[in-house]
């Protein structure tokens, strides 16, 4: 293992010094994908040069003992000993995850779209419950959090919502997160006191860059409208609103969150290059979908993946089996218990594999 660590440490460097290379840095597309490539392996490089020197101590505190009469000293060094191999262990462990290769797209930002589903007005509700928990997670992270586009429901929630999330890997954070999520409870509506079953949709989209895709403007059709809902007076009259057309894709994108229409257009676009970029990154998701079940969710959006029972206070992850009776503060977004036990079962199967 320290061969093929030391291997990763000289390859850390040697693109350490690209980056310097004016060459590289005037090439934007080589220099993003190297700055990647760095910052992925830096945690491997640090662990590394954690488990060169635990080894380095072992190696010399054996000696010493080989040739140590004194009690006192023996016992010190032989406790030492003991702290350090204690340490080593754990650091295999942590090493072994370490080098299982990373999903490329883990250190992207998000496009986060919520949609209601089967259940009417209750659907809507819940994908307002769900777009909470997950800004309240999202605030926690420390991440940021730009509104795109929203169609609220009749009697509250959303219809649909639409948002960017960037932030330290937030796509890989997320991922696990798309797919069917339902929700058993009393609506609001409800006079009889019945539990009725809603969903909602979640999809996590990896971020496209301007590097990922070249989009041909002249494949583009630009509308602008007269935004509506709240806002201020200038939402009415004002042609802020953006409307984009991916003409040979047929993928439409509209933001009227913000009152500029420079600002709307950029955040129309950054969702139109992640909606043409996901046709190629689905291809990929559908093939690792088929073996691994963690990772049945993100290759395919129809799957049921989590049900919220209120009358039970029971949030269940069929994937994994995982069922925890905290929902209320679940739905609060205190989600990361479900997101760390779907990366641990995910990271087993990964480990599988490399096996």
């Not at 140590?68 to 080593?88: C, V």
């Not at 989600?335 to 599988?352: F, G, H, P, V």
Request: glycine content about 6%; charged content about 30%; some cysteine.
């Amino acid at each position: 293992m320290l061969e093929r660590l030391a291997g990763i440490h000289n390859r850390w460097l040697e693109i350490g010094e690209q980056m310097n290379n004016p060459a590289v840095i005037a090439d934007m597309k080589r220099f993003v994908k190297l700055n990647r490539d760095y910052r992925e392996l830096e945690p491997v490089v640090e662990a590394y040069m954690e488990y060169k020197n635990i080894v380095e101590n072992i190696d010399s505190t054996k000696e010493m003992l080989q040739s140590e009469t004194d009690a006192d000293f023996i016992e010190m060094a032989k406790a030492e000993l003991s702290d350090y191999e204690k340490r080593k262990t754990a650091l295999d462990d942590i090493i072994k995850v370490l080098l299982i290769p990373k999903d490329p797209e883990d250190a992207k930002n998000i496009v986060l779209e919520i949609r209601a589903g089967t259940g009417g007005d209750e659907a809507s509700i819940f994908a307002g419950d769900l777009f909470r928990m997950y800004s309240k997670y999202i605030e926690t992270k420390g991440w940021k959090m730009d509104i795109v586009e929203i169609t609220e429901g009749t009697m509250g929630g959303y219809k649909e919502i639409v948002a960017n999330v960037s932030g330290k890997d937030v796509y890989g954070t997320m991922k696990f997160e798309s797919g069917v999520h339902r929700v058993q409870r009393v609506p609001k509506t409800e006079t009889q006191g019945r539990v009725h079953t809603s969903a909602a949709t979640v999809a996590v989209l990896p971020e496209a860059e301007e590097f990922d895709i070249d989009l041909n403007p002249a494949d583009i059709r630009k509308d602008t409208y007269c935004a509506s809902g709240p806002g201020g007076q200038s939402v009415n009259t004002t042609y802020s609103a953006i409307r984009l057309t991916h003409v040979p894709s047929g993928i439409v994108v509209t933001c009227q969150d913000e009152k500029s229409q420079l600002k709307n257009l950029n955040k129309a676009m950054s969702v139109l290059r992640t909606r043409i970029y996901e046709i190629e990154h689905q291809k990929y998701l559908d093939e690792i979908s088929s073996k691994r079940k963690t990772m049945v969710s993100t290759g395919d959006r129809s799957a049921k993946i989590r049900t919220y029972n209120w009358p039970q206070g029971r949030v269940t992850d069929h994937r994994i089996g995982l069922t925890l009776y905290n929902l209320p503060s679940i739905i609060d977004g205190n989600i990361q218990e479900i997101i760390d036990a779907l990366q641990l079962a995910e990271n087993a199967e990964r480990l599988k594999e490399e096996s």
